[in-house]
């Protein structure tokens, strides 16, 4: 099969690296506006025979496609506010798309038809997270007879953390992950909203020594494809940091930093979180000697053969040295890389768009995860179970 990868970022090397290892691909496209990153990349993947770069601009529509023509699957990974532009192109050239990020959901529907019109497959939020750890979620509840709760907790954070924040940019692009605002959770069986940058209960992994905290992130909303969610009582997403983080955060907000919305300084239109972006990248980006982390942590309790039961998947991931490869780049990546394969291959035929929760169930999340451990991504997996004596 060949592969086509767009943008060679922070993620996409790691898609193009796992895609030229493996001996089903063979070939590999890497896609990206910028000559020179493309040149550096090439040399560090070792400019292997069966790796062409090519210089594009993903926003003109009609270079990608005919850049893309004759490519089975693409690996779209991509600043959000591009991956819609390179999705219409792999559908019109009649390539299957895997992003690791989501296009906004209310373009899916033309998505959707536009892509069974073309006979493509494209899979949305196909990383870690989201990705990943829905995959699993979905995978505890078909091990369920009945679902009472899903819960996640993931996050990117650095090795060594330093101020202000503790935290660095992981996955690509120069702003933090920072929107204020309130997500939705579910609670008593009950759908409600709660702001963003609450706390959560305190949290700890493996390993990790220094304090963790956790704050309210909503709940991927694929979730719902899955018929034994729809009776869930309790669901929520909480994305993990160092303790301190949400405290920063809430004042940053308080201080209207974060605003979104225009004001007029100087006489000239300027926007808070652009500004104080470009004040702080140069304190959070992830500097090449550092090292990062990735954990997650899902569970989903109900009831099986009558007992109370409890799913519960976990991983702490680290940099990894030798492939010189960010533990965010690794989890993310390398899961997108598995399903891209999967399409090639032809072990998901559904066309359209599909939520991966639809299509990744049962023995494709089990060879996701094989596939995973032998890159060095573990995921541990516990169930414990509880019932009335003596009925």
């Not at 509840?141 to 996640?152: G, Q, T």
């Not at 650095?158 to 959770?185: A, E, Q, S």
């Not at 305190?202 to 390993?207: D, S, T, V």
């Not at 089990?366 to 003596?390: A, I, N, Q």
Request: charge should be negative; glycine fraction near 8%.
């Amino acid at each position: 099969m060949k592969i086509a990868v767009l943008g060679a970022g922070l993620m996409g090397p790691a898609l193009a690296m796992d895609c030229l290892e493996s001996p089903e691909v063979e070939e590999v496209l890497l896609v990206d506006i910028d000559a020179e990153r493309l040149r550096r990349v090439a040399l560090r993947l070792g400019n292997p025979s069966k790796l062409r770069t090519v210089v594009q601009d993903v926003r003109d529509r009609k270079g990608l496609v005919e850049v893309l023509k004759g490519y089975d699957v693409a690996g779209i990974a991509l600043l959000r506010w591009l991956n819609v532009d390179a999705t219409w192109a792999c559908i019109e050239a009649g390539v299957h798309a895997v992003d690791l990020a989501s296009a906004a959901e209310e373009v899916w529907s033309d998505i959707n038809s536009s892509a069974l019109r073309a006979g493509v497959t494209v899979i949305p939020g196909c990383g870690v997270e989201p990705g990943l750890v829905d995959i699993l979620a979905a995978y505890g509840m078909d091990m369920l007879d009945r679902v009472e709760s899903v819960r996640i907790w993931c996050g990117g954070i650095p090795r060594d953390p330093k101020p202000p924040l503790d935290y660095k940019i992981v996955f690509g692009g120069p702003y933090l992950p920072l929107r204020p605002g309130m997500v939705k959770v579910i609670e008593d069986g009950k759908e409600r909203y709660i702001k963003r940058y609450t706390l959560g209960e305190p949290i700890c992994f493996e390993g990790i020594e220094r304090p963790l905290e956790c704050f309210y992130d909503g709940f991927p909303q694929t979730l719902y494809e899955i018929e034994k969610f729809r009776g869930v009582k309790n669901c929520s997403e909480m994305t993990v940091r160092y303790a301190g983080y949400c405290e920063k955060v809430n004042f940053l907000d308080e201080c209207g930093l974060l605003s979104r919305d225009p004001i007029v300084f100087d006489g000239e239109k300027i926007v808070p979180f652009e500004v104080f972006s470009r004040i702080i990248y140069p304190k959070v980006r992830l500097e090449e000697k550092e090292r990062d982390i990735t954990v997650f942590r899902v569970t989903v309790e109900g009831y099986k053969d009558g007992c109370e039961t409890c799913y519960t998947f976990e991983t702490v991931d680290h940099y990894d040295d030798v492939k010189d490869i960010t533990s965010m780049a690794k989890t993310t990546s390398y899961t997108a890389a598995i399903v891209a394969r999967m399409i090639g291959r032809g072990d998901i035929t559904e066309r359209g768009l599909v939520p991966p929760v639809r299509v990744i169930r049962g023995e494709l999340t089990r060879r996701l995860l094989r596939e995973l451990r032998e890159r060095g991504v573990v995921v541990k997996e516990v169930v414990t179970t509880r019932r009335v004596m003596g009925g």
